[in-house]
Every structure is written in C-alpha cells, then in structure tokens.
C-alpha cells in the first residue's frame, strides 16, 4: 500500500526516509530514521521491524543480518516489505511472497526504493533512477524529487491520501519531519512544508546544539539576520511565503 525511498548524501552524511500511499498518515508507521541507519516498514506493516531494526542497526548490527533475524522471527514475513540501511551503507531489502501486486524492491550503492499496491515496476524504477540522477539536489529535495517521479510513473494503484519525509543530520533527533497526513497531492503539500521550513524551520535547527556541542547557539541574533536576510532574498526574487500562518492579535 505503500512506495519508499532510503537515501544518503555521501557529501554531508545526511540520511532520510520518503514514502507515500494511498493510506492515511503512512509518515507515522513507515519511517524510522537514526543519526546514521534507517528503516523503512511498509505493506501489512510491522512497526517492530523498524523500532528494533533502527536500535539494532545503530547499534552496529549489519542490515542483512537483522531483516534475516526479522523474516524468520516473523510469521507473517510473507506480507510484510521493508528495507534498511546500516552505518556502513549497507542495504538490505524483502518483499514477501503474498505482498499484493505490483510489489518488489531495488537497491543500490547509496538509496533503495520499495513499493507494494503499485502500478507497476516503472514506479520503482523511475523513484530510483532520479535519486540516481539528482546529486545536484540536497536530500531533502533530492528524496521528494525521486518520489515525485514515482508518483508520474503511476504511483499507488488506489490513489493518493498521505506522504512523509525524514531526515537526520548525525543526531539522535531528526533535522527535518515533515508529515501530510490526509491530503489530494500529498507529496505537492509536502513540497509546500518543505519550502516553508527553508523560511525560518531550518534556520533554527541548523544552531541548535549537537552531541558534540551540547549547548549550540545561544545568541538569536544571527540567526533573526539569516532569517531577514532570506527573506530580501524571496522578495528580490519574486517568491512569495508559501506559509499558510496568519498573524494573530485582534
């Protein structure tokens, strides 16, 4: 009921999640992202391959090893999809047998996609191949580019309801959460709250303190002048706030 996409950028470390389906709120089961291991747990899903696969794999346990573990703990593996990524960059990846069709999976050197409920295996292969092909993108964009182009190729064979994407930065919490939760073009809303974030969201996020400096920025100034400052920026450029905030007072 579901497509997928684990990515990393080898540049800066970053590792996400993206999904999409015809299924309410899919962001809240599918993804589970770590500072530097990832899951995704979809068709009739198991959430507890993702909340131990996740602990297991940052851990240090090795991606092929745990989703074995996982297969032949589980007794309903024949309806299950998932696939993982460890510290190395390893990936591993399963479609049970009674996944309902089209289902199936592709990996590679740095991202994996996978999908059940699906047109077709055009809807993989367009998702991988674009995530391929646009390193010029940071993973954020890069990950929802990759699924847009999977939603084009056909997308869930039901429709469209929700769409989610997750991404950490080498933390325990995630640099960026994004969930649509219900929605007509759930992955276009998602590229609203993505650009809405750039406003002001990640301009917080990018001080916040880190594992390595517990107490990160404590000066707000600069960062109310990289917020000013991009907003001249969007004005200049003709690009107005795609934020759908009002300000309050009476």
Known sequence: MTYSIIGRDG???EIGVAVASRFFACGALVPHVGP???V???AFVNPLWGVEGLRRLEAG???DEVLADFVARDGGQAIRQCHMMDATGRIAAHTGADCVDWAGHRTGGDHSVAGNMLV???VIDATFETFADRNDLDLPHRLLAAM???EAAGGDRRGRQAAGLK???GQAYAHLDLRVDDHGDPLS???RLLDVAAERYLHLVDALPTEEDFSGATDRAPIDAAIVADERRRREAGRASRSLARPGGV
């Open 11 to 13: 540049r800066t470390g």
């Open 36 to 38: 530097r291991t990832a």
């Open 40 to 42: 995704a747990t979809q």
């Open 61 to 63: 346990e090795m991606a």
């Open 120 to 122: 077709g295996q055009a």
């Open 148 to 150: 847009r182009a999977g």
């Open 167 to 169: 991404v950490h930065r």
């Open 189 to 191: 809303e998602l590229d």
